[in-house]
Nanobody, 121 residues
Framework: QVQLVESGGGLVPPGGSLRPSCAAS????????MAWSRQAPGYQRGLVAR???????NYADSVKGRFTISRDNAKNTVYQQMNSLKPEDTAVYYC???????????????WGRGTQVTVSS
């Protein structure tokens, strides 16, 4: 079994910062790409940022220059530094990871349950 648990969301005023994290645990053999997505009420879930095991990053245009994704491979943890937050960044933020787990062949995508980020004065 593999679990991903997000933490570090919350309420922040416009222009503020947050740094949510997501830790993967369980019978993990290897972790490839880790990523953050978000879903606002009435909208589909969309990719925010992605970080491969080789260090390649991809960002949604709406967060470029404001968000930075990073990871600690020893802890199987991914972070997302979010600066200059805007009300339109309000959403539930989910992490996912491509994981090779004990007892399973190949890499499988696992998702966390999400953490709420609210940007409001």
């Amino acid at each position: 079994q593999v679990q991903l648990v997000e933490s570090g969301g919350g309420l922040v005023p416009p222009g503020g910062s947050l740094r949510p994290s997501c830790a993967a645990s369980g019978s993990i053999l290897s972790v490839n790409t880790m990523a953050w997505s978000r879903q606002a009420p009435g909208y589909q879930r969309g990719l925010v940022a992605r970080l491969s095991s080789s260090g390649e990053t991809n960002y949604a245009d709406s967060v470029k220059g404001r968000f930075t994704i990073s990871r600690d491979n020893a802890k199987n943890t991914v972070y997302q530094q979010m600066n200059s937050l805007k009300p339109e960044d309000t959403a539930v933020y989910y992490c996912n990871a491509d994981v090779q787990a004990s007892g399973r062949i190949g890499f499988w995508v696992y998702w966390g349950r999400g953490t709420q980020v609210t940007v409001s004065s």
